[in-house]
């Protein structure tokens, strides 16, 4: 299917929230655009979509996303680039991902070009809200929840899809302490860890709120089984330059999340000839390295944050100090390359970046 052949409804709002946008204290996730798309799934198959006026929508006490969890989501952004175009940043490796998030949770997978056609549209619509202020972008979060209206555990036969946009600036506005988790798990072995599925973030809410009692951001989740091996760190992947090498988690487990930031940076530092190290990566290396000196670089890599770089690693009682941030030749070089290609100040070589 050519997405010219995709027709959604549009239904426009009367008028725009815009002008009440604070965009000097925008705080991240809580401010949306005028528009929202909405797709329902039931009789065995998808209906026709709809772009209709932001607003909330009714649901039944019995909809069973709310009690039994069927329900995943994606994040990805749109910029405004320095020729006024708008671009979002590899929408067909979200889509790709929402159809196996659903699958791994048995629900019906969003056909990818419909996905991408819905946040196109979407976005297009909504234009205004994609702002050329330096750091800032639309937020673009797709969901998928199960609506039957039953209290009994089975698949649910409806469903809703839906995308929401909201405008941000930076995520993270300093750099960040994570904190090496040894006890509380993210995500084990044949779990649900791979898929973006909604329980997996309400489930690290209490060990990430413990250590951000003792004033660290965010863990640095390892392996279920023996708590040996680094995983990733919130929402996002994490990377380490150890002795020069590059190094990452590899995704072989179905533990890992499949960054999409993450490929994307892989992608980048061997196009300059740098090798990367995708494999398992332990504990130990990283805080040994952290003592001794060869721990160069430490990031988190998401698109809420693109590139966070780590300030402190707490591991049990220390806390090890990651060098200086301007001393961070490789994150910074990522870091602008990634903001450049987006913003269209360097040529998109990879052909990432997805025209609205
Ligand atoms: C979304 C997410 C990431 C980052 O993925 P991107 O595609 O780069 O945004 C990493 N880890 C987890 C647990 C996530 O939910």
């Known amino acids: 299917m050519s997405t010219s052949t995709i027709n959604f409804s549009i239904k426009k709002a009367l008028d725009s929230k815009i002008n009440q946008v604070d965009w000097e204290n925008l705080p ?3 401010v949306f655009s005028d528009h929202m798309f909405l797709m ?25 996303a709310v ?15 320095k020729d006024g175009e708008i671009t979002i940043f590899r929408p067909d490796m979200n889509a790709k991902r929402f159809v196996e998030s659903a699958e791994r949770m048995c629900m019906p997978p969003v056909p990818e070009e419909i996905f991408v056609e819905a946040i ?15 750091g800032y972008s639309l937020y673009i979060r797709p969901f998928l ?24 600036g930076a995520y993270y506005s300093e750099p960040v302490r994570i904190k090496i988790e040894e006890h509380y798990t993210r995500a084990a072995e044949g779990g649900v860890g791979r898929a973006k599925a909604a329980g997996n973030y309400g489930a690290s809410l209490y ?19 023996e708590h040996k091996y680094v995983e990733e760190s919130g929402t996002m992947n994490i990377m380490f330059q150890i002795g020069g090498k590059l190094i990452t988690p590899s995704e072989d487990s179905d533990t890992i999340l499949r960054g999409i930031t993450k490929r994307s940076v892989i992608e980048l530092v061997e196009s300059w000839g740098m090798e990367v190290e995708e494999r398992k990566v332990t504990v130990e290396e990283v805080v040994t390295a952290a003592r001794n000196g060869t721990l160069e670089d430490a990031f988190g890599v998401g698109t809420a944050a693109t590139i966070a770089q ?13 060098p200086a ?12 390359h990634m903001d450049a290609i987006k913003t269209g100040e360097i040529e998109d070589t990879f052909g990432w970046n997805f025209k609205v």
């Open 310 to 322: 780590v300030a402190v690693i707490g591991y049990r009682d220390e806390r090890l100090e990651v």
């Open 40 to 64: 329902e799934y039931s009789d065995g198959k998808w209906q026709e979509g709809e772009i209709i006026p932001f607003a909330p929508i009714p649901m039944h006490p019995a909809m069973s």
């Open 145 to 168: 929840f199960a609506t039957d209206e039953y209290v009994g555990i089975k698949p649910s036969d409806t469903y809703k899809f839906m995308v929401i946009t909201s405008p941000v």
């Open 28 to 30: 991240f996730g809580k």
């Open 207 to 225: 060990p990430a709120k413990q250590c951000q009692l003792q004033g660290f951001h965010q863990l640095l989740w390892t392996d279920a089984r």
């Open 67 to 81: 009690h039994y969890g069927q329900s995943i989501f994606e994040g990805l952004k749109a910029y405004r680039n």
């Open 325 to 336: 941030i301007e001393t961070r030749t490789l994150s910074n070089k990522i870091k602008n």
């Open 120 to 134: 196109r549209k979407l976005v297009e619509i909504d234009a205004n809200w994609v702002t050329d202020k330096e």
